[in-house]
């Protein structure tokens, strides 16, 4: 059984968006921790948690019809954005 986007709870195309951006996870760029969490990726950028440092930011890589362009998924393919809290 496969999970369907009205299943994951989203308009359609958001649950293949969540398992591209899960498939192309960037590491923590505060501590390089590779234990991070997706917590949302219907916004863009989509925002992401480091289980380790705690450490919150927003990261956007640079996806061409669900694939990442060449190069690691952490290169400069996409934006890191840091948040106050």
């Known amino acids: 059984m496969t999970m369907t986007d009205s299943a994951a709870g989203g308009a359609p ?7 591209a951006l899960i498939q192309h996870m960037p590491p923590c760029p505060k501590c390089a921790g590779r234990h991070v969490h997706l917590i949302d990726w219907l916004r863009s950028p989509a925002e992401w948690w480091c289980d380790a440092c705690k450490f919150e930011w927003a990261y956007e890589p640079a996806l061409q019809e669900r694939q990442l362009v060449e190069g690691p998924p952490y290169a400069n393919s996409g934006r890191i954005v840091e948040f106050a809290r």
């Not at 195309?13 to 398992?19: L, P, S, T, V």
């Open 13 to 19: 195309g958001d649950y293949a968006r969540r398992i």
